[in-house]
């Protein structure tokens, strides 16, 4: 890609800020209060990051391999490791956590390969459910460079595959009478996602979208938020809302001015962003850490902790693990291996 198409690093601090609200979208929807409405925005959220980072990789540096994929295993790998450690001491009395179909899960899991096989759902929450994605991120990485290597050597030829692609894909699951296992995790289904944020970040890098454009997503969001309830499930799949997604993407993408394009440049935010695997992979188990403790205070010390409150601590516990693991563990880990 030559280097008039390649976004300023304000731009894609922009997008990585923008992984943090679609992280705490997904954590809305296992943290309580429980909605069935939360619930479908929190399959978009993991849509839309699937797609911001289909976006991101064009302008990821895969010339050095071995650096790349060190870089990536440390990335990942280690946080999943240390996750999984924390879900089985969150799941510690649960005698069903601690059976050999589980085990084999856990295992499955520990090598990012657990969405390839059906599972039942029961197993996924012993096993700290949300890593599912990385399934689908860990698949993506893999064979990143080589798409790159299409993508800047015939740009029709790569979008013509993903097109074909993606027919296929979309095929599979009608056969599949849209089996929930082989629509939402299924790696090479959801693989999809990433393809077409690539595809639309390499379409649309080099061009400037006016500043109202981005209130148009905005009203776009809002719409969606307030009549979401009322679209049955099969419309809230990636298929029908990919379109929107990749036009919000492209939005903040694009723009140079505006309160978003401000707002998202903040580098808190930013922070966050850089942060949302570690809240994606952390929050579930230290969600049922923090429900047993209240569970306990209330039982043995008649210490009751409005609900309210704990639902606050939960999230404020998430952050500050998250941001502990991100900017001490993680460094530290890398550092030594």
Same mark, same amino acid.
């Given at each position: 890609?030559?280097?008039?198409?390649?976004?300023?690093?304000?731009?894609?601090?922009?997008?990585?800020?923008?992984?943090?609200?679609?992280?705490?979208?997904?954590?809305?929807?296992?943290?309580?209060?429980?909605?069935?409405?939360?619930?479908? +925005?929190?399959?978009?959220?993991?849509?839309?990051?699937?797609?911001?980072?289909?976006?991101?990789?064009?302008?990821?540096?895969?010339?050095?391999?071995?650096?790349?994929?060190?870089?990536?295993?440390?990335?990942?790998?280690?946080?999943?490791?240390?996750?999984?450690?924390? !879900?089985?001491?969150?799941?510690?009395?649960?005698?069903?956590?601690?059976?050999?179909?589980? !085990?084999?899960?856990?295992?499955?899991? %520990?090598?990012?390969?657990?969405?390839?096989?059906?599972?039942?759902?029961?197993? $996924?929450?012993?096993?700290?459910?949300?890593?599912?994605?990385?399934?689908?991120?860990?698949?993506?990485?893999?064979?990143?460079?080589? +798409?790159?290597?299409?993508?800047?050597?015939?740009?029709? @030829?790569?979008?013509?595959?993903?097109? %074909?692609?993606?027919?296929?894909?979309?095929?599979?699951?009608?056969?599949?009478?849209?089996?929930?296992?082989?629509? $939402?995790?299924?790696?090479?289904?959801?693989?999809?996602?990433?393809?077409?944020?690539?595809?639309? %970040?390499?379409?649309?890098?080099?061009?400037?979208?006016?500043?109202?454009?981005?209130?148009?997503?905005?009203?776009?969001?809002?719409?969606?938020?307030?009549?979401?309830? $009322?679209?049955?499930?099969?419309?809230?799949?990636?298929?029908?809302? #990919?379109?929107? #997604?990749?036009?919000?993407?492209?939005?903040?993408?694009?723009?140079?001015?505006?309160?978003?394009?401000?707002?998202?440049?903040?580098?808190?935010?930013?922070?966050?962003?850089?942060?949302?695997?570690?809240?994606?992979? @952390?929050?579930?188990?230290?969600?049922?850490?923090?429900?047993?403790?209240?569970?306990?205070?209330?039982?043995?010390?008649?210490?009751?902790?409005?609900?309210?409150?704990?639902?606050?601590?939960?999230?404020?516990?998430?952050?500050?693990?998250?941001?502990? $693991?991100?900017?001490?563990?993680?460094?530290?880990?890398?550092?030594?291996?």
């Amino acid at each position: 890609m030559s280097d008039d198409k390649v976004i300023n690093r304000k731009k894609i601090g922009a997008l990585q800020s923008l992984r943090l609200f679609f992280a705490m979208v997904v954590m809305a929807q296992h943290i309580p209060p429980y909605d069935e409405y939360l619930s479908q +925005i929190g399959n978009v959220g993991v849509s839309f990051f699937f797609i911001l980072s289909g976006w991101l990789a064009v302008y990821t540096d895969t010339s050095n391999l071995k650096n790349y994929y060190k870089k990536k295993i440390l990335r990942i790998f280690p946080m999943l490791w240390f996750s999984l450690v924390i !879900a089985l001491i969150a799941n510690i009395t649960v005698k069903s956590c601690w059976t050999v179909d589980n !085990a084999i899960y856990i295992i499955r899991t %520990a090598f990012c390969v657990q969405s390839y096989f059906p599972t039942p759902m029961g197993y $996924y929450y012993y096993a700290n459910s949300p890593a599912w994605f990385l399934c689908t991120i860990v698949l993506f990485y893999l064979i990143l460079p080589a +798409i790159q290597k299409f993508c800047k050597k015939s740009l029709k @030829f790569f979008v013509s595959l993903v097109a %074909a692609y993606s027919t296929i894909v979309v095929c599979i699951t009608a056969i599949a009478n849209f089996n929930l296992w082989i629509q $939402y995790s299924f790696p090479f289904v959801r693989l999809m996602d990433c393809l077409w944020g690539m595809v639309a %970040a390499t379409l649309l890098a080099d061009k400037q979208w006016r500043t109202y454009h981005q209130y148009f997503s905005f009203l776009l969001v809002l719409l969606y938020l307030f009549f979401g309830r $009322y679209i049955i499930r099969e419309l809230s799949s990636t298929y029908l809302l #990919m379109p929107l #997604m990749i036009y919000l993407i492209s939005v903040f993408a694009t723009a140079t001015t505006g309160w978003f394009y401000n707002v998202l440049n903040n580098k808190v935010f930013q922070e966050g962003g850089n942060m949302s695997m570690e809240l994606f992979l @952390f929050h579930f188990p230290l969600m049922r850490i923090v429900s047993a403790i209240v569970y306990l205070l209330d039982k043995y010390l008649l210490l009751t902790i409005p609900k309210l409150v704990s639902y606050l601590l939960v999230w404020l516990i998430v952050f500050l693990f998250s941001y502990a $693991y991100h900017k001490i563990i993680n460094p530290r880990i890398t550092k030594v291996l």
